[in-house]
Structure formats: C-alpha cells, structure tokens
C-alpha cells in the first residue's frame, strides 16, 4: 500500500522560507518520480515542482529560483525546499507519484501553507 505523509506546512511571513517533506512508503523510491502540487482555494490544483528518478527537476514558472525540489533515496523523503514566501504561494500542498495513464495515482493528504503579507 502507497502512503505519502506531508510535513512541514504553517503561516510564514512574506518573504520567507519553508521546508515540506514527503515520506514514501510503499513504492520503490529511488526509481520513482515525485512531484508536489498546490491547491489554493477557488483554484485549480497546480504542478509546482518534479524530480525524476535521475534527480532531474522541473519547475513551474512561478516558482523558478525560490523553490527547490531534492530527495533523499536513503529515507525515501522528498523536499520542497521554498524560499521569498509570497502571499500567492498560499495553498494546500501535496506530494504525488505513481505515474500512470497521464497523471499521478497516490497523493499524500496535503499540508497547509499561508503566506501573510
């Protein structure tokens, strides 16, 4: 059974940083892609951020050069390391995997993120 467990989420200043994990279980982690996503309310949910297997990444335009996305094969963890907070980045954050059909089948429960102005 695939779980994915969100950490690290809570009210920051603008201007700030935060650091989300993802702890995997059930999947073989160092083979699988992993991606975080943000839903902010009223919003459609968002690719924020993917590492691919060869710790290859992508990110959303929006995020480019304040958002890093890393992972730790040896605790089947993966980060959103997320710096220069702004209030738009507010939303519920979730990591995803399981690539398959064209979209992700396991998403962990989210972890919220509020950025204050």
């Known amino acids: 059974q695939v779980q994915l467990v969100e950490s690290g989420g809570g009210l920051v200043q603008a201007g700030g940083s935060l650091r989300l994990s993802c702890a995997a279980s059930g999947i073989i982690f160092s083979t699988a892609s992993m991606a975080w996503y943000r839903q902010a309310p009223g919003k459609q949910r968002e690719l924020v951020a993917t590492?691919?297997?060869?710790?290859?990444?992508t990110y959303a335009d929006s995020v480019k050069g304040r958002f890093t996305i890393s992972r730790d094969n040896s605790k089947n963890t993966v980060f959103l390391e997320m710096n220069s907070l702004k209030p738009e980045d507010t939303a519920v954050y979730y990591c995803a995997t399981g690539w398959s059909g064209g979209h992700y089948n396991y998403w962990g429960q989210g972890t919220q993120v509020t950025v204050s102005s």
């Open positions: 590492i691919f297997r060869g710790s290859t990444t």
